[in-house]
Nanobody, 127 residues
Framework: QVQVVESGGGLVQTGGSLTLTCVVS????????IGWFHQPPGKERGPPLS?????????FYADSVKGRFTISRDNGKNTVYLQMNSLTSEDTGVYYC???????????????????WGQGTQVTVSS
């Protein structure tokens, strides 16, 4: 059974940084892409916030996080990271990691049609 496990969430002040970690059982290279999603408090989970192609390292960022967040992978450790800088209260919420088998960058970057999901990790940004 595939497991996707996020960690690294927590409480941080406005302007601070956090690094989220996503570990995928098996191998990240078994999947086309790994994506991160954000669910703000009281709202539905949004479209992909960031994604990375596990083969060629191509990356995607939503406009809201461009220049602030950085996604990276370590296939040897079956791990994807999301470095989050300059955090604001709008970044508060649950962050989910997901693994996608479908080999489509369109699917990876504009849909939530990922195959395996983690339980999420809470990020709270306080002013």
């Amino acid at each position: 059974q595939v497991q996707v496990v996020e960690s690294g969430g927590g409480l941080v002040q406005t302007g601070g940084s956090l690094t989220l970690t996503c570990v995928v059982s098996g191998s990240t290279s078994d999947y086309y892409a790994i994506g991160w999603f954000h669910q703000p408090p009281g709202k539905e989970r949004g479209p992909p916030l960031s994604a990375i192609n596990t083969k060629d390292g191509r990356t995607f960022y939503a406009d809201s996080v461009k220049g602030r967040f950085t996604i990276s992978r370590d296939n040897g450790k079956n791990t994807v990271y999301l470095q989050m800088n300059s955090l604001t209260s709008e970044d508060t919420g649950v962050y989910y990691c997901a693994a996608l088998r479908t080999q489509s960058w369109v699917v990876a970057t504009i849909t939530d049609e990922y195959d395996h999901w983690g339980q999420g990790t809470q990020v709270t940004v306080s002013s």
